[in-house]
């Protein structure tokens, strides 16, 4: 994201169609209930066709800070054909942290390499009562 390549950000992934590709968030627990004192519909984890990782990279390809999402603690499982990577991240805009959490992928080995197929992720932020 920090060098708004799109085309190689694209090819990380199974299909460039973000509707093949499974993309969830889920709240942490007091997120949750900082939320719904303004929206008390809102629920941990809902589909939001918009949220998917193609406007991700658009968002990050025209914003004028920098974007950038660091890893730590990655642990992969694999049989050479299918792989499991999860691992605790952090997501800044500028300088500025604005979530983190845990995040899991599904890989699939392709002819072409390496392949995301679905993305799941917990979201912690500022609404955290934890803020860790």
Do not use: C
């Not at 999860?86 to 392709?110: A, C, H, I, P």
């Amino acid at each position: 994201m920090l060098t708004k390549d799109k085309p190689l950000y694209m090819s990380l992934f199974f299909s460039e169609k973000p509707e093949e590709i499974g993309w969830q968030h889920v709240s942490e627990d007091s997120r949750l209930v900082s939320i719904r004192k303004n929206k008390p519909d809102a629920i941990k984890a809902r589909r939001i066709p918009a949220n998917n990782f193609v406007s991700l990279i658009d968002e990050a390809v025209s914003a004028t800070e920098p974007r950038e999402e660091k890893f730590s603690n990655v642990q992969v499982q694999t049989d050479g054909e299918i792989a499991s990577v999860s691992f605790d991240y952090e997501f800044f805009e500028g300088t500025n942290r604005t979530n983190w959490g845990k995040e899991m992928w599904q890989l699939v080995r392709t002819e072409s390499g390496w392949k995301i197929f679905s993305v799941i992720y917990t979201v912690r932020d500022p609404l955290s009562a934890s803020g860790t």
